[in-house]
Every structure is written in C-alpha cells, then in structure tokens.
C-alpha cells in the first residue's frame, strides 16, 4: 500500500481531532478572547515549517553523501512542502497580530527571519525549477537546502535575544516555562501532530508525482533508443 | 474582546483550509498530466 494512501485518512482523522480540540475542549484566552484560537494552527504550521525544512536539509545531506534520487525528491518534495507551510503561517499570523498589535506586519525580528527563511526556500524551488535537469543544479539546490535550515535556530534565539513584539511559545525570555494554560499546550501540540501528518501526506503526494515524471523520462529515453534517435 | 474578531479567527482558519485545498488540487492535477504522458509513451513503446 502506497504511503499517501495510509497518511491521507490517518492525516484526516488527526485534523478533525485537532479541529474539535481547538474550539470545543481549549478555554477561551481571557485577554484576546476567541481570535486567539487561530494560535493552534499558526503554530502548528510555523513546527510543521521547521519539520519540513529539516527534512530537506537531512535528505540534502543524504543526496550529496550518496547520491540517492529518492533522497533528492524528499529535499525537493519538503522544501515544496515547508514553503507551503511558512506561507501559512505567515497568513494566519498577521491576521492574528492585526486585532491584537493593531497591525497586520511589524519588522519584529522572528517575524523578519521567517520571511528571510521563506525566501530561502522559496529560491531554492526557483533553483530547481527553472536550473533544468543538469546534477549540479540538484547539488547547488541541496547545499542552499541545507544551509537554509541555519536561519531557524536564529529564529528561536532572536526571540530571546531581541526585544521583538512576537511571544515565545515554548520558553519565556527569561528561559522559564511557556506560561501557556497546560490544556493549551496540549491542544498545541495535538493540533501540531496533525498538521504534521498533513504535511507527510502532502510530501507524500509530491514524491509520488516525481517519480512517475523519472519514470516518464526513462520510456522517453527508451522510445528515443527504440527509433534510433538517442537524447 | 469584541464579536468583531470573529471575522479574524474564521478568515484565519478559512485561507489555511483555502490553501492546502488549492495545493492538493495543484498535484493532482500534476499527477494527472504525468501519467496522461506515461499512458502516450506506454502505447508508443507497444507500436
């Protein structure tokens, strides 16, 4: 059974769990009200974001030290992935700021190196789609892959370092706890689960798709050979 | 906190559901024309 078959329904379950807990079993935050449940899939795609983009770097790694195909498609599935998510999040994240800060964007540090990570990745997919078939694109596409990653633990320092607006969710500036109400948390981290899983399924899908374009490539080849005119 | 924010949590929550919807249509419709190829090439291999 094909991987995206089992992820897609566990993926849908998860999410409508993820959903119920978000606005039936989370307590209503006392200061921002409703509007702060847009928090648990804010934050769940900024992790699923980190995920991706990690993915890519490790399977970048794996590419360059092997040379594995399928190592390249997971790095260019997730980067695909990952950019998806930081989009979202950096939708779903001005909306909730709009209301709150009274403005939809500030040049916050965390909110800056999250657009300076998404254009990262963002021109690591431009590399590779349009720096054609040749092996040297795959390989200058997973060094940025993984050089890329490097800008989110200085997202997560900037936080505590800098004096931005956006709150720290797993630690305080001071290094203590999160201070969020523990059925939040858990509501955080089940939504994060779920949306974790949508982006599996996702990748999942994406590779599916680059490997029947290799598998295109290899009749066309064949069916070039079979009429004598070889690429 | 006014009713007004409503407005917020639902656009939030509508454009993320909005964009994974149009990014699975995006694939399948990758998938579709790849294997449509596929499909061409597997006939003219057979001729």
Not at chain 1, 46 to 65: E, K, V
Not at chain 1, 169 to 185: A, F, H, I, N, Y
Not at chain 1, 216 to 230: H, T
Request: charged share 15%; net charge positive.
């Amino acid at each position: 059974m094909r991987a995206d078959a089992i992820l897609g329904p566990v993926a849908a379950v998860a999410m409508l769990v993820a959903l119920y807990m978000a606005f039936l079993v989370a307590p209503t935050e006392a200061s921002m009200g409703l509007v702060q449940r847009i928090f648990y899939i804010h934050v769940s795609s900024a992790f699923t974001t980190y995920f991706c983009f990690f993915a890519t770097a490790g399977a970048s790694i794996a590419y360059l030290w092997k040379g594995s195909e399928g190592a390249d498609r997971l790095a260019n599935a997730s980067a695909e992935v990952g950019v998806l998510f930081c989009t979202l999040v950096m939708i779903t994240g001005p909306i909730w700021a709009r209301p709150i800060w009274g403005a939809y964007w500030t040049w916050d540090p965390r909110l800056t190196m999250t657009l300076i990570l998404w254009g990262i990745y963002v021109g690591y997919l431009m590399l590779r789609a349009f720096g054609g078939e040749d092996e040297a694109v795959a390989r200058y596409a997973a060094v940025l892959g993984i050089a890329g990653v490097l800008a989110i633990p200085v997202i997560r320092v900037s936080v505590r370092l800098l004096q931005g607006m956006h709150p720290s969710v797993l630690q305080q500036r001071d290094g203590s706890g999160s201070g969020l109400d523990p059925t939040m948390t858990m509501v955080m981290w089940v939504a994060t689960l779920a949306v974790a899983l949508l982006a599996a399924w996702l990748v999942a899908l994406r590779m599916r798709v680059e490997r029947t374009v290799t598998e295109a490539a290899a009749l066309r080849r064949a069916l070039d050979l079979q009429q004598g005119s070889p690429a | 906190m006014s009713d007004n924010n409503l407005g917020y949590l639902v656009a939030a929550y509508s454009l993320f559901f909005i964009g994974i919807a149009l990014y699975v249509r995006r694939i399948a419709r990758l998938q579709g024309a790849v294997e449509e190829e596929l499909r061409e090439l597997r006939e003219r291999l057979k001729r």
